[in-house]
């Protein structure tokens, strides 16, 4: 279901789109790749003077090579556009950090620690968050194949709290009713 309509007339002002497509390759790994791009429907300032309607203010990509445990094993990050041009490109290759970090509970902090303030990229930062869940999406089958290893997904929103009645109903092993507090 949509949104309803907005309570009054509105004009467009501003599109951040992020794209996020999943591959499996023939050596076992998968390649996540995520795109973020900022557009004006109308010219916009930005450092060295106006952005035409339409072009990108940002347009950076962020690619992550994982292994079966999740785990990064590379990491490579492109930025086509910024407002700063070539000196927002320069801290593309500081992203090869995210090597060894295990997109799971804690990944956001990971990027955090790594990349906070000065030392990385709001937006490829907010990027690399938003691709850690198609992460976990893409392995999917992988992570859930074995019956003897608990869902990564529970206990990870509402909908599957390992008391609620979906976790009951699709994986009655990990099923934690609530304590009786009669």
């Excluded at 035409?52 to 994982?66: D, F, I, K, N, Y």
Aim: charged residues 20%; contains cysteine.
């Amino acid at each position: 279901m949509p949104l309803p309509p907005p309570d009054c007339p509105r004009q467009a002002s501003h599109q951040r789109s992020i794209t996020v497509r999943s591959y499996a390759r023939s050596d076992g790994l998968w390649d996540i790749e995520g795109h973020l791009t900022d557009i004006w429907p109308e010219p916009v300032r930005k450092a060295d003077g106006l952005l035409a309607p339409g072009e990108p203010m940002h347009s950076m990509w962020l690619r992550l090579t994982v292994d079966r445990s999740a785990t990064i094993v590379a990491a490579q990050a492109v930025t086509d556009a910024g407002p700063y041009d070539s000196a927002c490109a320069t801290i593309g290759p500081d992203y090869a950090q995210l090597v060894g970090v295990q997109v799971a509970r804690g990944y956001k902090d990971a990027i955090k620690r790594l990349f906070g303030r000065t030392a990385g990229c709001t937006h490829m930062n907010e990027l690399a968050g938003t691709m850690g869940s198609a992460v976990l999406q893409a392995m999917w089958s992988e992570l859930t194949q074995s019956p003897d290893v608990k869902p990564f997904s529970i206990d990870g929103c509402h909908a599957l709290k390992s008391s609620g009645p979906q976790v009951a109903r699709f994986f009655p092993r990990w099923h934690r009713p609530e304590p009786d507090t009669a």
